[in-house]
């Protein structure tokens, strides 16, 4: 089968070109001007990560503009685990229309004959565990490590004829594209529910509506929930019959429980710790859906969990919903700004029981139902494609080095994508 596959050298098919060094008084971290990628926005095992961008708004050399499908690879690390060095990326396009900058920690790839490999190839090959051994093997530097272009275009590998590049590189692009399809529809989704408690829970725009003498959009069972007119409180203007009162009316917040990692088996029930999932166990503490967010070390994160789990103790969880639902608590908590509690000084700390005593605008249960049954389908269908993803991934990194080695037919794996998507 791999005949026709011939040993090369990446430096006979590629060329990477260095980034430049941004004036650090023109960075900014408003989304302003330009974005400045840096090794932060690849993923664990190649990708691009869409977040903690960087932004640049100082003069910029024409030739340090990135355009839509340029591959990029990272040449410096600062994580302990070298987590991401030699790791590439596709430059996406910017959902705000704003444009990307090649900075200098990262290496632009660039095809000497297009005749000779596709791009979307050399880019799994740069995934493959070969590859990573040795950037890494042949990396400088302690805390952060460093690549060059010359010890990227040393690695050498067998390489088939172009056509089965191609379809090596489409069977693997639909996984991708599957995933990165139901990342967005999981954005959208989240998009809707938020936009749904802030409507409702937040700028009382049903109330407003009625009070002003308009339809609020809503079916009649929904409208029909929610009072016509506002009255005052220590907040301001609420709707009339929602009272202020404190936090621990609508919900009772507990500690998590202590887990160390030796003594966990991995099992069905997830462990969540204030930075979210923290592997697995086979025995659970707290019956799903719950709530959780960070008692110490990280503050500010929210996450919901659909199924029975094992809070830990950096971790706050809800232990009981007085007057609330898991999906209104949810997002009840991603509106409130954590820091504000934050009690520690080297290490961030919440306490609860200073939380607790916020003040909260607390709706009748009726909304609060209303709420849950229309957002509850939105979370499961949010779970069920990450569940997905997550099973694409798993198929994706089966066949990967499979199809790289010529091991794997490409016929064969495409039975099994077919059967996967």
Same mark, same amino acid.
């Not at 690849?42 to 503009?65: L, N, Q, R, S």
């Not at 987590?83 to 900058?101: E, K």
């Not at 998590?256 to 003594?263: A, C, I, M, N």
């Given at each position: 089968?791999?005949?026709?596959?011939?040993?090369?050298?990446?430096?006979?098919?590629? !060329?990477?070109?260095?980034?430049?060094?941004?004036?650090?008084?023109?960075?900014?971290?408003?989304?302003?001007?330009?974005?400045?990628?840096?090794?932060?926005?690849?993923?664990?095992?190649?990708?691009?990560?869409?977040?903690?961008?960087?932004?640049?708004?100082?003069?910029?050399?024409?030739?340090?503009?990135? $355009?839509?499908?340029?591959?990029?690879?990272?040449?410096?690390?600062?994580?302990?685990?070298? @987590?991401?060095?030699?790791?590439?990326?596709?430059?996406?396009? %910017?959902?705000?229309?704003?444009?990307?900058?090649?900075?200098?920690?990262?290496?632009?790839?660039?095809?000497?004959?297009?005749?000779?490999? !596709? /791009?979307?190839?050399?880019?799994?090959?740069?995934?493959?565990?070969?590859?990573? @051994?040795?950037?890494?093997?042949?990396?400088?530097?302690?805390?952060?490590? $460093?690549?060059?272009?010359?010890?990227?275009?040393?690695?050498?590998?067998?390489?088939?004829?172009?056509?089965?590049?191609?379809?090596?590189?489409?069977?693997?692009?639909?996984?991708?594209?599957?995933?990165?399809?139901?990342?967005?529809?999981?954005?959208? +989704?989240?998009?809707?529910?938020?936009?749904?408690?802030?409507?409702?829970?937040?700028?009382?725009?049903?109330?407003?509506?009625?009070?002003?003498?308009?339809?609020?959009?809503?079916?009649?069972?929904?409208? !029909?929930?929610?009072?016509?007119?506002?009255?005052?409180?220590?907040?301001?203007?609420?709707? =009339?019959?929602?009272?202020?009162?404190?936090?621990?009316?609508?919900?009772?917040?507990?500690?998590?429980?202590?887990?160390?990692?030796?003594?966990?088996?991995?099992?069905?029930?997830?462990?969540?710790?204030?930075?979210?999932?923290?592997?697995? $166990?086979?025995?659970?503490?707290?019956?799903?859906?719950?709530?959780?967010?960070?008692?110490?070390?990280?503050?500010?994160?929210?996450?919901?969990?659909?199924?029975?789990?094992?809070?830990?103790?950096?971790?706050?969880?809800?232990?009981?919903?007085? $007057?609330?639902?898991?999906?209104?608590?949810?997002?009840?908590?991603?509106?409130?700004?954590?820091?504000?509690?934050?009690?520690?000084? %080297?290490?961030?700390? /919440?306490?609860?029981?200073?939380?607790?005593?916020?003040?909260?605008?607390?709706?009748?249960?009726?909304?609060?139902?209303?709420?849950?049954?229309?957002?509850?389908?939105?979370?499961?269908?949010?779970?069920?494609?990450?569940?997905? #993803?997550?099973?694409?991934? %798993?198929?994706?990194?089966? +066949?990967?080095?499979?199809?790289? #080695?010529?091991?794997?037919?490409?016929?064969? =794996?495409?039975?099994?994508?077919?059967?996967?998507?």
């Amino acid at each position: 089968m791999t005949g026709e596959w011939r040993e090369r050298s990446l430096g006979e098919l590629i !060329d990477i070109k260095h980034g430049f060094a941004f004036k650090g008084e023109f960075f900014c971290d408003e989304p302003r001007g330009y974005i400045l990628l840096t090794p932060g926005n690849f993923a664990i095992g190649g990708g691009f990560k869409g977040d903690k961008f960087k932004y640049y708004e100082g003069p910029v050399p024409v030739e340090f503009v990135l $355009h839509e499908g340029d591959l990029i690879v990272t040449m410096t690390d600062l994580s302990k685990q070298t @987590d991401t060095l030699g790791y590439p990326a596709f430059v996406p396009t %910017a959902s705000d229309g704003r444009r990307y900058l090649h900075n200098q920690r990262l290496g632009k790839v660039v095809l000497k004959d297009e005749e000779k490999s !596709d /791009l979307r190839y050399l880019h799994y090959l740069m995934c493959c565990q070969d590859f990573r @051994d040795e950037v890494l093997a042949s990396a400088t530097g302690t805390t952060v490590k $460093h690549t060059s272009p010359e010890r990227i275009k040393r690695f050498r590998f067998r390489l088939p004829p172009l056509p089965e590049q191609h379809a090596i590189a489409h069977i693997l692009g639909t996984l991708d594209d599957k995933i990165e399809l139901n990342r967005r529809m999981n954005e959208t +989704l989240d998009a809707m529910a938020r936009a749904l408690f802030q409507s409702w829970f937040v700028d009382f725009d049903p109330v407003r509506g009625k009070a002003e003498g308009c339809d609020p959009s809503l079916p009649k069972p929904i409208a !029909d929930l929610f009072p016509d007119r506002f009255e005052d409180s220590e907040l301001g203007e609420i709707p =009339a019959g929602w009272r202020v009162g404190r936090l621990d009316e609508v919900l009772v917040l507990q500690r998590g429980f202590d887990l160390p990692t030796l003594e966990r088996t991995p099992g069905p029930y997830p462990v969540i710790a204030a930075s979210g999932l923290n592997g697995t $166990h086979n025995q659970f503490m707290v019956r799903g859906p719950g709530v959780t967010t960070g008692r110490s070390g990280v503050l500010g994160n929210v996450f919901y969990i659909h199924e029975d789990f094992w809070p830990l103790n950096t971790s706050l969880w809800v232990k009981q919903f007085k $007057h609330s639902t898991p999906t209104f608590a949810f997002h009840l908590f991603r509106g409130l700004d954590f820091s504000l509690f934050n009690a520690g000084s %080297a290490v961030p700390t /919440l306490n609860r029981n200073h939380v607790h005593y916020l003040p909260v605008v607390i709706p009748s249960m009726s909304t609060i139902r209303a709420f849950e049954d229309l957002s509850v389908p939105l979370l499961k269908r949010q779970k069920a494609n990450v569940d997905e #993803s997550r099973t694409l991934v %798993a198929l994706r990194d089966m +066949l990967l080095p499979e199809l790289i #080695s010529g091991e794997l037919r490409v016929k064969d =794996a495409e039975r099994f994508v077919e059967q996967a998507t």
